[in-house]
Structure formats: structure tokens, C-alpha cells
């Protein structure tokens, strides 16, 4: 069997899968194992409206909300039309584009790098597996710790109970073709509470909504 070809930048094919959906596509973009098998469900690139579970996570969002790799904005835009203050930050340039000309603030950035406001946000939203960005989830909410002010809150989105948490090397793989390896990493709901031990963090609130499940930690 002929491997499928890679495309050495995780970002080039996360790119192509935000411009197709961008163009009504509803194709879908899955994570690997380096060898190719599927390890979690394929994820939505038609993230362009809110998706059920979204209003409950929002209603949340107090004073200025700092969201975590955006994508193309569907959060963070969403925020600005209730007249919230908010900031989308993404590594991918195509997914800032289409943040900004959905209305949302967006910034390209890293969150491990400096961003706007450190340590002035009221709430940051880590959503759509984005608690896996960097593949140490306990570094990460550490970060997002120091990105909120005393007081502030990380909003984040996990697995759900019983699922496996893990940290490793993945792929993308969109349309026949797979990324090089990058890092990332899953939360399941019932290892938040260790989880945010381990960040300095503790759990204040732990809820359910559409069959998706959130964490509000602070």
C-alpha cells in the first residue's frame, strides 16, 4: 500500500482546510497517530457558527476574554456582536484572516510567546481540543494562569468522563494527505482536577452542555 504523502507543515494543511471551508466544503479534518491510525474524532473545519454548547461556554466569558487559538473566529466573533471585549490569537495566518472578516479582533501569535494584555484578561477560552496546544496541558494552563489577572478564569473544554487523557506525537490528515508529527494532547473531564493541581489552578466549576463538557478553572 502507498503511504499517503506528507505535507511537512502542520499549518499548510490546517490552512487548506479552513480555505475549503471557507467555500461551503464539509470535509473533515482528522488527527493520527505518527503511523496514520485515526486516535481521536475527526474534527470540524466548518467552525464558522456557533455550535450547540457554544452559549453556555460564552455566557461565561467576563470582562476581556482572550481565545486561545481562534481559528476562524467563530468564539471570539461571536463575543464581539454581544459587545464583549475579546482577542482571537492563532499561529495560522489563513485562520486570522478569516477571524478578522468575521468581525472578531484577531491577532497572529503563540500563546507560549508574548501576547497582548499579559496578565490583564479576565477569562481565556481554551476550546475545540485546544487544551492539547503544545502537548503539556499542565505547561499550557500554567500559561494561561499568568495570561489572566488575579481573580480572572481559564475556560476549557475536555473530553468527556471515562475517555483517555494522553501527550504525545500526532498528524493531520485532510484529503489523502497527513502532516509531519507536532505535539499535542487530550483531557478527559475526570483528570481536570489533578490536572489543574498540577498548574497552580483548582476547578470551580465543571459542566455539561450538548454532550460536550467544560471546566471553569481558576
Known amino acids: 500500500m502507498t503511504a499517503p504523502p506528507v505535507v511537512n ?26 503511523d496514520g491510525r485515526a486516535i481521536d474524532r475527526a474534527a470540524p473545519v ?5 455550535r450547540p ?14 481565545d486561545v487559538g481562534c481559528g476562524p473566529g467563530r468564539l471570539a466573533a461571536a463575543l464581539a456582536r454581544r459587545g464583549r471585549p475579546a482577542l482571537g490569537v492563532d499561529i495560522c495566518p489563513e485562520a486570522v484572516r478569516q477571524a478578522r472578516r468575521r468581525g472578531a479582533l484577531a491577532v497572529r501569535g503563540d500563546v507560549f510567546a508574548a501576547l497582548p494584555m499579559e496578565g490583564g484578561w479576565t477569562s481565556v477560552l481554551l ?15 500554567r500559561r494561561c494562569a499568568g495570561l489572566v489577572h488575579r481573580g480572572g478564569t481559564v475556560l476549557a473544554e475536555m473530553h468527556p468522563p471515562g475517555a483517555n487523557s494522553w501527550e504525545g506525537a500526532v498528524r493531520l490528515r485532510y484529503r489523502g494527505r497527513v502532516s509531519a508529527p507536532f505535539p499535542w494532547a487530550a483531557v478527559a473531564a475526570h483528570d ?4 489543574a493541581h498540577r498548574a497552580g489552578l483548582r476547578v470551580r466549576t465543571l459542566w455539561t452542555e450538548a454532550d460536550r463538557w467544560f471546566a471553569r478553572l481558576g
Do not use: K, S
Open 9 to 34: 507543515a502542520p499549518l499548510r494543511l490546517y490552512a487548506q482546510a479552513l480555505r475549503q471551508a471557507d467555500r461551503g466544503g464539509r470535509e473533515r479534518l482528522e488527527l493520527v497517530d505518527p
Open 192 to 195: 481536570v482536577g489533578e490536572l
Open 46 to 50: 466548518d467552525w464558522t457558527g456557533l
Open 127 to 141: 476550546v475545540d481540543g485546544n487544551i492539547g496546544i503544545g502537548g503539556d496541558p499542565a505547561r499550557l494552563l
Open 53 to 66: 454548547g457554544d452559549t453556555g461556554l460564552l455566557d461565561r466569558c467576563v470582562g476581556p476574554t482572550l
